[in-house]
């Protein structure tokens, strides 16, 4: 039986302060982050800094995330929050003497202009990886049969009648699988992996 808190988005529930929603949002978002710091020239070490400011502005700010307009999606607005915290970080940066040792990354990181720092979508890649640590928090609340049958036309784009055929069910039940798990995810995640 499912707790009634499912019924609840994850952004609705990490709005209401729920420690194991923030840590799925957590979960499913550093990846990207870190996959942003990194396309724009930014240390490992210095995108742990700026994951953990970026998360804290989302802790603060989350209230005011609204999908007001067609195409505003959480992923684009968590991207401006890294873009700006990026920035931030550069800024701080450039005032700062040069370390002892080298200072290549602070070199680099001086010389990336605003302009430079692409607005554009994500690599397919990462939008697929994101999704798929999605379907990683809801797979445990399905049976083998089921999530192999939404897997198997979902995600591998098998047919139907064919996915039907090869696991001894009906094509209708196949649809019926992919359509639950759809709906739970959604039901999960809701408008987090707009």
């Known amino acids: 039986m499912q707790d009634s808190s499912t019924s609840l988005s994850l952004l609705e529930r990490v709005r209401d302060r729920n420690q194991a929603a923030w840590s799925r949002l ?13 396309s724009w020239g930014v240390p490992p070490a ?3 800094d700026l994951r953990q400011e970026v998360f ?5 700010a989350l209230d005011k995330f609204h999908r ?37 990354a602070h070199v680099h990181l001086m010389q990336v202009p605003e302009a430079a720092i ?4 994500d690599p397919p890649e990462q939008v697929q990886s994101l999704h798929h640590r999605a379907l990683e928090l809801v797979r445990s609340e399905f ?28 094509p209708a039940a196949v649809r019926k699988a992919k359509s639950r798990v759809l709906r739970r995810l959604k039901e999960e ?4 992996l707009g």
């Open 26 to 38: 957590v979960y499913l978002y550093s990846p990207l982050i870190h996959h942003w710091c990194h």
């Open 46 to 48: 210095d995108a742990d």
């Open 56 to 60: 804290q502005s989302v802790a603060t």
């Open 68 to 104: 007001d307009r067609p195409g505003d999606t959480f992923r684009g607005w968590l991207r401006v929050i890294t873009r700006r915290k990026f920035l931030d970080h550069c800024r701080r940066r450039q005032g700062q003497p040069a370390g002892k040792g080298g200072t290549d």
């Open 118 to 121: 692409p607005e554009g979508d």
């Open 143 to 170: 049976e083998e049969r089921t999530w192999q049958a939404f897997w198997r036309s979902a995600v591998e784009g098998q047919a139907p009648v064919d996915v039907a055929r090869d696991m001894s069910m009906s």
């Open 189 to 192: 995640l809701g408008e987090v």
